[in-house]
């Protein structure tokens, strides 16, 4: 059975960073690669929104309200996809999902971790 374990997020202050990560437990090699892997984020409140994500080639997505502070990767060998979030800002607060969609297969959600931004 394939699960998304994500990291634990935590508490930062603005301009501060922080790296989240989420591993597809289960999933074999060869439907990796034909998964696109991605985070998505909801603040109380608001609806679930993309925030980047990395195709099996390394294309990324990005929200415009990341661009140039987030970064997402990926290691096929691990199984592996990262959220790197640098100069974090309050509105970036936020419960944050890891996401697979896999071609002519399922979409899965991890459980969702709390990232807070606050001084």
């Known amino acids: 059975q394939v699960q998304l374990v994500e990291s634990r997020g935590g508490l930062v202050q603005p301009g501060e960073s922080l790296r989240l990560s989420c591993r597809a437990s289960?999933?074999?090699?060869?439907?990796?690669?034909?998964?696109?892997m991605g985070w998505y984020r909801q603040a109380p409140g608001q609806q679930r929104e993309l925030v980047a994500s990395?195709?099996?080639?390394?294309?990324?997505n990005y929200a415009d309200s990341v661009k140039g502070r987030f970064t997402v990767s990926r290691d096929a060998s691990k199984k592996t996809v990262y959220l790197q979030m640098n100069s974090m800002k309050p509105e970036d607060t936020a419960v944050y999902y890891c996401?697979?969609?896999?071609?002519?297969?399922?979409?899965?959600w991890g459980q969702g971790t709390q990232v807070t931004v606050s001084s």
């Open positions: 289960g999933m074999i090699s060869s439907v990796f690669w034909q998964t696109t």
């Open positions: 996401n697979s969609k896999t071609r002519n297969g399922p979409e899965r």
């Open positions: 990395i195709d099996n080639s390394g294309n990324t």
